[in-house]
């Protein structure tokens, strides 16, 4: 089982960019599908985008389309989230996630979470 750690929140202005990382331990993360979600405050958690351990991108939520991109380097036990055109509903605590069990947008059945870091848009 993977153990995941996030970095890479922070502030930014609307239209600005930050780069998301989760960095994973344990021995199974090039084998290990992964996703990020998010919750903002006073919302449910929600499903953003979804990587195969082989490099195969789900779609993306529908607000994010254009604007995110995820990818992950297995040599690094990393999987980034390139997020760009930031907008003040982007505000979120960002949680990487492992393993999903049942659907891609299900939370529910991911077997490992990160503790989460906050992306703060400002207008």
């Known amino acids: 089982q993977v153990q995941l750690v996030e970095s890479g929140g922070g502030l930014v202005q609307a239209g600005g960019s930050l780069r998301l990382s989760c960095t994973a331990s344990g021995r199974t993360f090039s084998r290990t599908h992964m996703a990020w979600f998010r919750q903002a405050p006073g919302k449910e958690r929600e499903f953003v985008v979804g990587?195969?351990?082989?490099?195969?991108?789900?779609n993306y939520q529908d607000s994010v389309k254009g604007r995110f991109t995820i990818s992950r380097d297995n040599a690094k036990n990393t999987v980034y989230l390139q997020m760009d055109s930031l907008k003040p509903e982007d505000t979120a605590v960002y949680y990487c996630?492992?393993?999903?069990?049942?659907?891609?947008?299900?939370?529910?059945?991911?077997?490992?979470w990160g503790q989460g870091t906050q992306v703060t848009v400002s207008s």
């Open positions: 990587i195969t351990w082989s490099g195969g991108i789900t």
């Open positions: 996630a492992a393993e999903p069990r049942t659907t891609w947008t299900d939370g529910s059945g991911y077997s490992t």
